[in-house]
């Protein structure tokens, strides 16, 4: 089993910046890809940005060129660095971890993923 905590959650204005962090605690060597989730208020949940071992990325067209996904395996650390934020970037984010391989084209599925955090809300306004 897998456990997630998200941290760096909080309030920005718009243009600001943000940067969050998901440790990952317990079977952490069957982690194939990491990935961060967003939900906003009445809306389905999203997949924003994800990440393999190697390094290699993907992310959702409306994050695209502002927000930046990283990991550090040593540290079983999960980054997302989130500039030039928006108020329609307002939601609880989730960190997600998979132990199931898939092609890149599935990544920000939310059914790929097997263990999820507790969320961190992020304020934009």
């Known amino acids: 089993h897998v456990q997630l905590v998200e941290s760096g959650g909080g309030t920005v204005q718009p243009g600001g910046s943000l940067r969050l962090s998901c440790l990952a605690s317990g079977s952490t060597d069957s982690i194939v890809y990491m990935a961060w989730f967003r939900q906003a208020p009445g809306k389905e949940r999203e997949g924003i940005a994800a990440?393999?071992?190697?390094?290699?990325?993907t992310y959702a067209g409306s994050v695209k060129g502002r927000f930046t996904i990283s990991r550090d395996n040593a540290k079983n650390m999960l980054f997302l660095q989130m500039n030039d934020l928006k108020p329609e970037d307002t939601a609880m984010y989730y960190c997600?971890?998979?132990?199931?391989?898939?092609?890149?084209?599935?990544?920000?599925?939310?059914?790929?993923?097997?263990?999820w955090g507790q969320g961190t809300q992020v304020t934009v306004s």
């Open positions: 997600a971890a998979s132990r199931t391989s898939g092609t890149r084209e599935i990544w920000l599925s939310e059914s790929l993923y097997n263990y």
């Open positions: 990440i393999d071992s190697d390094g290699t990325t």
